[in-house]
């Protein structure tokens, strides 16, 4: 069955600081991947996604995320945090159905939190 | 992209009773889903609803539970029926829109709803 892990609830880092969020992943086929970031009181925000090709996709807000087949991950990464992403992020696989990515599967999300 | 929206935003029931949220798109889309978010948890696909077919429900989940509408390609709307506070979540509606060679799903800001 598909599933998604994310081994890391919390995570605080400083300004400034280097990010890496990490999400594992179960899947029989190539998945389609996602990173998606949920602020307060917000809906969720599409950062960056993988469908084929290059194994690095970069997002918005300078999010970069890499495809490792054979560690079955899709960490995403930041080279310097800004106080305005602290935020809930969460991994997700999709299956595809006719075409369309069809039902997602969610990752348990990882809470970042920044320091000034 | 999509701009979508939800109405309410957030809603104290009382149990026994339902709710109705609407989804609104700004734009003609074929599949819509509808994601329940527990507290403190991650998101959960209830079913999808395509224009024109009864809704798909994922395992867990059943129409008498969570009927949903999708009378055009713009709208649908789910109801939580008979709340008790178990309910108690925040329910996510989903477009899917083709981008480029690949798909992606955007968000509704989501309403929160509490069960006393």
């Known amino acids: 069955a598909q599933s998604v892990t994310q081994p890391d609830i919390h995570i605080t880092v400083s300004e400034g600081a280097s990010l890496e969020l990490r999400c594992n992943y179960s899947y029989g086929a190539t998945p389609y991947l996602f990173w998606y970031v949920q602020s307060p009181g917000q809906g969720l925000q599409l950062l960056l996604k993988y469908f084929s090709g290059d194994t690095l996709v970069q997002g918005i807000k300078g999010f970069e995320a890499e495809f490792k087949r054979s560690q079955s991950s899709f960490n995403l990464r930041k080279p310097s945090v800004h106080w305005s992403d602290a935020a809930e992020y969460f991994c997700a696989v999709g299956g595809i159905y006719g075409g369309a990515t069809n039902k997602l599967i969610f990752g348990t999300g990882t809470l970042l939190a920044v320091q000034p | 992209s999509a701009v979508i929206s939800q109405k309410p935003s957030r809603d104290i029931c009382q149990r026994g009773t339902s709710l109705t949220i609407q989804c609104q798109v700004d734009?003609?889309?074929?599949?819509m889903f509808w994601y329940r978010q527990q507290p403190g948890q991650s998101l959960t696909l209830i079913a999808t609803?395509?224009?024109?077919?009864?809704?798909?429900?994922e395992s867990g989940f059943v129409i008498d539970k969570f009927p949903i509408s999708r009378p055009n390609l713009t709208f649908s709307t789910l109801t939580v029926s008979n709340m008790s506070p178990e309910d108690s979540s925040i329910y996510l509606c989903?477009?899917?829109?083709?981008?480029?060679?690949?798909?992606?799903?955007?968000f509704g800001p989501g309403t929160r709803l509490t069960v006393t």
């Open positions: 609803a395509n224009q024109g077919s009864e809704a798909t429900y």
């Open positions: 734009s003609q889309v074929t599949m």
């Open positions: 989903s477009v899917e829109f083709l981008a480029g060679s690949s798909y992606e799903q955007y």
